[in-house]
């Protein structure tokens, strides 16, 4: 059974980067999955990020993609989330996901990031 | 970008009747459709794939249905543990994005 977790610091300051990582266990990375970030503003719904493949080929939401930046770490089998210049509007519940065909099978508990001075 | 539309917004109904939730796509979709359950401080769990097949350990009384534009998540009997929020989701290929529709609250009357 896969398992993802993910980390980071929960407080980022505005203008500055947020930084997550998700651990994933119970498989390995570099199976034919892609993996995927997905958020959830407090109250609000589901937006996604972003997906890599342990390739490290990548795929953004257009909407984000020119600060979004997602790579892997096949030796600790884990990839990252980096998210310039935030904003409160990124304040969010950050989800890692495994993608499976065009869904999202396996979900991280999530973690709140919180955008603040 | 294909927009999602779900209703209705909530959807306020007893143990044991039955819920018809829907998702409306602003174009055609392909069969990557899936439905999501959501309760408070918990992740999104997988409950059908491809319009219509359920996830592993998903209860029969739940199934999937539609196509093109219009789809349908039944819950034929509710159970107190169905109270939740229920997402819709779907894949382009070209260019790849995920879309998810604004949800549905499923909430007991």
């Known amino acids: 059974q896969v398992q993802l977790q993910e980390s980071g610091p929960g407080l980022v300051k505005p203008s500055g980067t947020l930084s997550l990582t998700c651990a994933v266990s119970?498989?390995?990375?570099?199976?034919?999955?892609?993996w995927s970030w997905v958020r959830q503003p407090p109250g609000k719904g589901l937006e996604w990020i972003g997906e890599?493949?342990?390739?490290?080929?990548?795929n953004y939401n257009p909407s984000l993609k020119s600060r979004v930046t997602i790579s892997v770490d096949k030796s600790n089998n884990q990839f990252s989330l980096k998210l310039s210049s935030v904003t409160a509007a990124d304040t969010a519940v950050y989800y890692c996901?495994?993608?499976?065909?065009?869904?999202?099978?396996?979900w991280g508990q999530g973690t709140l990031v919180t955008v603040s001075s | 970008e294909i927009v999602l539309t779900q209703s209705p917004a909530t959807l306020s109904l007893s143990p044991g009747e039955r819920a018809t939730l829907s998702c409306r796509a602003s174009q055609s979709v392909s069969s990557y459709l899936a439905w999501y359950q959501q309760k408070p401080g918990q992740a999104p769990r997988l409950l059908i794939y491809?319009?219509?097949n359920r996830a592993t350990g998903i209860p029969a009384r739940f199934s999937g249905s539609g196509s093109g534009t219009d789809f349908t998540l039944t819950i034929s009997s509710l159970e107190p543990e169905d109270f939740a929020v229920y997402y819709c989701q779907q894949r382009t290929n070209w260019p790849p994005m995920y879309t998810f529709g604004q949800g549905t609250k499923l909430e007991i009357k």
């Open positions: 890599i493949y342990h390739s490290g080929s990548t």
């Open positions: 119970g498989g390995s990375i570099s199976s034919t999955s892609w």
């Open positions: 996901a495994r993608v499976q065909a065009g869904f999202f099978g396996y």
């Open positions: 491809d319009v219509s």
